[in-house]
T-cell receptor
Framework: DTGVSQNPRHKITKRGQNVTFRCDPI?????LYWYRQTLGQGPEFLTY????????KSRLLSDRFSAERPKGSFSTLEIQRTEQGDSAMYLC??????????????FGSGTQLSVL | DAKTTQPPSMDCAEGRAANLPCNHS???????VYWYRQIHSQGPQYIIH???NNETNEMASLIITEDRKSSTLILPHATLRDTAVYYC????????FGAGTTVTVRA
């Protein structure tokens, strides 16, 4: 079963360091989403891609955050100059969207970031 | 922003049906209602979705009221493995999660 894969599962870093997470979506899924989740809260939308194009970014995505999806396959989310407030679970999801609002997202297990 | 209202928590006895309510009074005519659940330390898992008609799959049933302002997710025979946070979401070209309902299934 080739579901959505996220690496690493856990990342501990010191404040001020840069970190990069990777997401491998389900093969042939054209949409890829990034969410962030803090303890006790539901996931918050960050950004999404349709193939290689980044179509929407949340205001939560400060200029320290950047996401890419080269060639419309895997995606990376980079956080520069990490802050303690960046500590969260970062979730990736993918879907095969054909237009409209009938779309199922499949989520990975997430990357848990701890900024010390 | 979430367009739904759910109770923060509920308990259910193992083997009994669990009925999870959701209010979405501002839903538009072409917006689907989705349900996801999240088991501790895992990503959300799709359960079911619907537009107007009631839906059933191997996991659950979804009952949507005729005016579409509310819905109920039914887990027909809850097991301990159904303990999770359940999210009801009105889809508006992206999933916007609220706080969900924490469901605890007790033996």
């Amino acid at each position: 079963d080739t579901g959505v894969s996220q690496n690493p599962r856990h990342k501990i870093t010191k404040r001020g360091q840069n970190v990069t997470f990777r997401c491998d979506p389900i093969s042939e899924h054209n949409r890829l989403y990034w969410y962030r989740q803090t303890l006790g809260q539901g996931p918050e939308f960050l950004t999404y891609f349709q193939n290689e194009a980044q179509l929407e970014k949340s205001r939560l995505l400060s200029d320290r955050f950047s996401a890419e999806r080269p060639k419309g396959s895997f995606s990376t989310l980079e956080i520069q100059r990490t802050e303690q407030g960046d500590s969260a679970m970062y979730l990736c999801a993918s879907s095969l969207a054909s237009g409209g609002t009938n779309e199922k997202l499949f989520f990975g297990s997430g990357t848990q970031l701890s900024v010390l | 922003d979430a367009k739904t209202t759910q109770p923060p928590s509920m308990d259910c006895a193992e083997g009994r049906a669990a009925n999870l309510p959701c209010n979405h009074s501002t839903i538009s005519g072409n917006e689907y209602v989705y349900w996801y659940r999240q088991i501790h330390s895992q990503g959300p898992q799709y359960i079911i979705h619907g537009l107007k008609n009631n839906e059933t799959n191997e996991m659950a049933s979804l009952i949507i009221t005729e005016d579409r302002k509310s819905s109920t997710l039914i887990l027909p025979h809850a097991t301990l493995r159904d303990t999770a946070v359940y999210y009801c979401i009105v889809y508006d070209y992206k999933l916007s999660f609220g706080a969900g309902t924490t469901v605890t299934v007790r033996a």
